[in-house]
Structures are given as structure tokens and as C-alpha cells.
């Protein structure tokens, strides 16, 4: 029985994307929450080879799943010698903007590099996690962030007072979306695609200084405009959640996840108690207390 971790989601409060690059990612800056709702990973050491064991038939267990090959780029990066055996526990939805493999991915990192008494520093860990994916190196700091570039560049941000104390509601309509349809289908957006800079630094600012309302009104994520036109429901489900008394209401990443904030736990549960009478019983679901 190895050592437990704990695999946090994250939900992108603002996902400004800037344009796209000569090297066709897209330029932007987001502002990402960690979510405590988990994947848990259990790590051993082994004496050799990497052994990745999950219970979802559509995850791949080889390269081309992603805490192989975070497991396969520690070693090689550190050059300790060695194997170790993974058991991922999958509780939180595939292809749902939630961050859920790239934070497998980095808590991989994270577990494999304490467990060998920390050969590499943040920045190494962080080099390593850019090259798995945009969103891994968020994952390294277990803290609200700004991130920039293709979403790798990461400034690790203190909690939002704002925001503490706060109920959210997570909601898979039971479809997942993938990340390279999303942003190739922006293309046919051009005010989505093409932000203006400067909103992340607003949103932070207000959510900091304890301006709940300010920092909300900056909410925004440019992928709702190709997701919502293929599935209007994600649409439907904010109106929902407003009228339910949510104080912001988002698709989170590429979706197809939606997120809603509220002041009261009771409210919080009776949204969710009252989705399948609208919508029928979502994909996954979870509440839960920033
Ligand atoms: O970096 P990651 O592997 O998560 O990206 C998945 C895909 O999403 C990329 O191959 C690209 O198509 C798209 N993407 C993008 N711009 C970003 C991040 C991702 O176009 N900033």
C-alpha cells in the first residue's frame, strides 16, 4: 500500500484568450481556482519500470497517459534510478475544462520528487510540467494563479479573500469536449478570439481587496462561444444556476463542465437538488467550500 495524494480540479474564474500564436497555441491569461474535489493517487517506490494502474477503461495506462509520462519525465530529469507503481483513483470527469490530467500529472511530479527527497527545484519541476502540458505547471503551487503565455507561465497568487467562505457547485452535463476542437473552432469567433489584455489584472486586483462583485463582473471565458453554439445547453444551465441565486456562473476551461459560485451552502445543495427536475440527472456532479 503506497503513500496517498491528493489530485485538486481547478476552474478557470476567467479564461481571456489574446490570439493565436505562429506556433498554433493560443496566447492569454487566465485566472485559475484549485477546487478541493480530488483524483487520489497512490504512489510506491518500486525497484524498477513505471506501473500505472486506473480503474476507467478509457484511460490509457501506457505513454500516452499523462502521469506516465510525468512519472517517465522525473526520471529522466532527476536521474534517480528506480520504477515506481501509480494507482490512480479517478473521481473527477475527463475532458471536462477541469485540470483533472494535468493535475494528475504534476501531483505525480510533486509525489515522486518529495518521495526522493527533492532532487529537483520548483523551476525544474515546473520545465518538466510546461512540457506535459499548459496547464500541469498551475497545479505545482496548490494556490490560486495567473497564467500567461499558452497558460504556463504561472505567478502563484495568495487566496482571494473574496471569494473565502464561498459554495461551489460543479456540473458535467455527461459529454466531454476536447481542448484542440475548442480552440480550433474559435477561429470562427474573432472577438472571442482576439481579448483585450488586462482583464485577469482587474479580476485579481478586485477579488484581493475583498470586492466580491467587481472581480465577478470580470468572469469571462472565450471558449463558451464555439462550445455554446454546438451545445446550447451549457448555455441553459447558467441561466438556471442564476436564477437559482448564483453569484457568477461559468463553463470552466474548454469545458464542458459549468461551475456556479454561491454566498449560501443551502442554496448551493437546493441547485443541485433541483438540476435533474430541468435538465435530467447530470454526468458528475460535486459541491464544494472555498
Ligand atoms: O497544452 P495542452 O496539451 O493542454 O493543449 C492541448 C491543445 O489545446 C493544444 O494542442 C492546442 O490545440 C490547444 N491549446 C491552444 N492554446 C493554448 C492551450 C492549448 O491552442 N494556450
Given at each position: 500500500m503506497g503513500r496517498q495524494w491528493l489530485s485538486p480540479c481547478k476552474v478557470n474564474l476567467l479564461l481571456n484568450i489574446l490570439g493565436r500564436r505562429a506556433d498554433g497555441f493560443h496566447e492569454l491569461e487566465t485566472v485559475m481556482q484549485p477546487i478541493p474535489v480530488h483524483d487520489v493517487l497512490e504512489v510506491e517506490l518500486?525497484?524498477?519500470?513505471i506501473a500505472l494502474e486506473c480503474g476507467v477503461p478509457e484511460l490509457p495506462v501506457d505513454r500516452r497517459n499523462l502521469v506516465y509520462r510525468a512519472a517517465e519525465a522525473f526520471f529522466a530529469a532527476s536521474k534517480v534510478t528506480g520504477g515506481v507503481a501509480i494507482r490512480l483513483d479517478k473521481r473527477l470527469p475527463l475532458a471536462a475544462g477541469l485540470g483533472g490530467g494535468s493535475g494528475n500529472a504534476a501531483t505525480t511530479l510533486l509525489a515522486l520528487n518529495e518521495l526522493h527527497g527533492?532532487?529537483?527545484?520548483?523551476?525544474?519541476?515546473?520545465?518538466?510540467?510546461?512540457?506535459?502540458?499548459?496547464?500541469?505547471?498551475?497545479?505545482?503551487?496548490?494556490?490560486?494563479?495567473?497564467?500567461?503565455?499558452?497558460?504556463?507561465?504561472?505567478?502563484?497568487?495568495?487566496?482571494?479573500?473574496?471569494?473565502?467562505?464561498?459554495?461551489?457547485?460543479?456540473?458535467?452535463?455527461?459529454?466531454?469536449?476536447?481542448?484542440?476542437?475548442?480552440?480550433?473552432?474559435?477561429?470562427?469567433?474573432?472577438a472571442a478570439l482576439n481579448g483585450a489584455p488586462g482583464r485577469a489584472r482587474r479580476l485579481i486586483d478586485s477579488l484581493q481587496r475583498g470586492s466580491l462583485s467587481a472581480g465577478l463582473a470580470e468572469c469571462y471565458n472565450s471558449l463558451e462561444a464555439p462550445a455554446f453554439?454546438?451545445?446550447?445547453?451549457?448555455?441553459?444551465?447558467?441561466?438556471?444556476?442564476?436564477?437559482?441565486?448564483?453569484?457568477?456562473?461559468?463553463?470552466s476551461?474548454?469545458?464542458?463542465?459549468?461551475?456556479?459560485?454561491?454566498?449560501?451552502?443551502?442554496?448551493?445543495?437546493q441547485a443541485l437538488a433541483d438540476f435533474p427536475a430541468e435538465f435530467g440527472t447530470p454526468g458528475w456532479q460535486a459541491i464544494a467550500t472555498l
Open positions: 518500486r525497484p524498477e519500470g527533492a532532487p529537483l527545484d520548483l523551476r525544474q519541476l515546473s520545465e518538466l510540467a510546461a512540457a506535459l502540458g499548459s496547464d500541469v505547471p498551475f497545479f505545482l503551487h496548490g494556490k490560486p494563479g495567473l497564467a500567461e503565455g499558452r497558460g504556463e507561465k504561472v505567478t502563484p497568487l495568495d487566496s482571494f479573500a473574496a471569494l473565502a467562505g464561498l459554495h461551489i457547485v460543479l456540473v458535467h452535463p455527461g459529454f466531454g469536449i476536447s481542448t484542440p476542437w475548442a480552440y480550433r473552432e474559435l477561429a470562427r469567433f474573432p453554439e454546438k451545445y446550447p445547453v451549457l448555455g441553459l444551465f447558467q441561466g438556471y444556476f442564476r436564477k437559482k441565486g448564483a453569484l457568477a456562473t461559468l463553463m476551461g474548454s469545458g464542458s463542465a459549468t461551475f456556479a459560485l454561491f454566498g449560501e451552502r443551502t442554496e448551493a445543495e
